[in-house]
């Protein structure tokens, strides 16, 4: 039974390019979250989805970030025009149902901007 | 809003000592707690949860007691190993849409 799977495991972008970070979720799983670990910090909420839904993006930038949830395939963060400061760890994680927050994380994504 | 609060690391201990890492939260009505582990390269993984006062979580010989009086919810295990070296999250749920509120992460390391 696979876990959360994220890719690439570290992703390498110069400012201004786009950058695009994908999550499975867990088998059965139809909510996915995204956070952002930046260093010597916890994690900040970004977005919440369900397929097709975006639920929450209160904690997105309100510029150049972007989440989706299609019904077919895995979740998709995209950065546009990426900035050194958005160089940190990405975090997906899934659960089976809205409200149940035992969530399960991916092993993220490591965005460096050059 | 919510927030968690959690010791500063890092900590380092030696083989078999008593951990005790601080966690105390701020939340309106009564969220449920969690302690979450992230090795070194890797996701985060659930520890242990308690969803009520009382509570007690327990999971790989670390326990945590929920604690509404002092909101609090401190993580203790009785004798750490080396393998236990990772950086432990307390997170709670509040019951909005944004799922967990986390704290800044306590680093542990264990000496041999």
């Known amino acids: 039974n696979a876990g959360v799977m994220q890719n690439p495991r570290h992703l390498v972008r110069r400012r201004g390019q786009e950058a695009r970070l994908r999550c499975s979720p867990m088998k059965g799983h139809s909510h996915v979250y995204w956070y952002r670990q930046l260093p010597e910090e916890g994690l900040k909420f970004m977005v919440y989805?369900?397929?097709?839904?975006?639920?929450?993006e209160s904690g997105m930038p309100k510029e150049r970030f972007s989440a989706e949830f299609p019904k077919e395939g895995p979740s998709i963060l995209r950065i546009q025009q990426v900035v050194r400061g958005d160089s940190a760890a990405y975090f997906c994680?899934?659960?089976?149902?809205?409200?149940?927050?035992?969530?399960?994380f991916g092993n993220g994504t490591r965005l460096t901007v050059t | 809003g919510d927030s968690v609060t959690q010791m500063e690391g890092p900590v380092t201990l030696s083989e078999e000592a008593f951990l005790t890492i601080n966690c105390t939260y701020t939340?309106?009505?009564?969220?449920?707690l969690f302690w979450y582990v992230q090795y070194p390269g890797e996701g985060l993984q659930l520890l242990l949860k308690?969803?009520?006062?009382?509570d007690k979580g327990s999971n790989k010989g670390f326990e945590a007691t929920y604690r509404k009086e002092t909101t609090s919810f401190h993580l203790e295990k009785g004798s750490v190993q080396v393998s236990d070296s990772a950086v432990y999250f307390c997170a709670l749920e509040g019951g909005g849409a944004d799922g967990l509120t986390f704290g800044k992460g306590t680093h542990l390391i264990i000496q041999p």
């Open positions: 939340a309106t009505g009564y969220p449920s």
């Open positions: 308690a969803t009520k006062a009382d």
């Open positions: 989805l369900q397929k097709e839904n975006i639920i929450d």
């Open positions: 994680a899934s659960s089976p149902a809205d409200r149940d927050v035992t969530l399960h």
